[in-house]
């Protein structure tokens, strides 16, 4: 079992900066791929990015790169999302999930956390 629990959601003005978090706990949290994903109202939930295990494979949509980061420290066994740049059609709850495989797909993931409120003012 892994459990994850998203952070650092918030009100920002549009062109601005978030940074989320995604604590994950659980014996064998760090070998699993964590994604981030995004729905907004009225929505299907849609892919953001996804980190490896190692950190060596990353992958993002195309509506967030160049403008978002992902990265993890297993140390901490937590995972980030920088974005910068924000836009309105960035408003969305945001979920990080933990994959046995390298996906983009919500059926690939099998554990969820309970999302963070994201919200840019125009």
């Known amino acids: 079992q892994v459990q994850l629990v998203e952070s650092g959601g918030g009100l920002v003005q549009a062109g601005g900066s978030l940074r989320l978090s995604c604590a994950a706990s659980?014996?064998?949290?760090?070998?699993?791929?964590i994604g981030w994903f995004r729905q907004a109202p009225g929505k299907e939930r849609e892919f953001v990015a996804v980190?490896?295990?190692?950190?060596?494979?990353?992958f993002y949509d195309t509506s967030v790169k160049g403008r978002s980061t992902i990265s993890r420290d297993n140390a901490k066994n937590t995972v980030y999302l920088q974005m910068n740049s924000l836009k309105a059609a960035d408003t969305a709850v945001y979920y990080c999930?933990?994959?046995?495989?390298?996906?983009?797909?919500?059926?690939?993931?099998?554990?969820w956390g309970q999302g963070t409120q994201v919200t840019v003012s125009s």
């Open positions: 999930a933990a994959a046995g495989t390298f996906g983009i797909r919500p059926h690939d993931y099998d554990y």
């Open positions: 659980g014996r064998t949290a760090g070998n699993y791929s």
């Open positions: 980190i490896n295990w190692s950190g060596s494979s990353i």
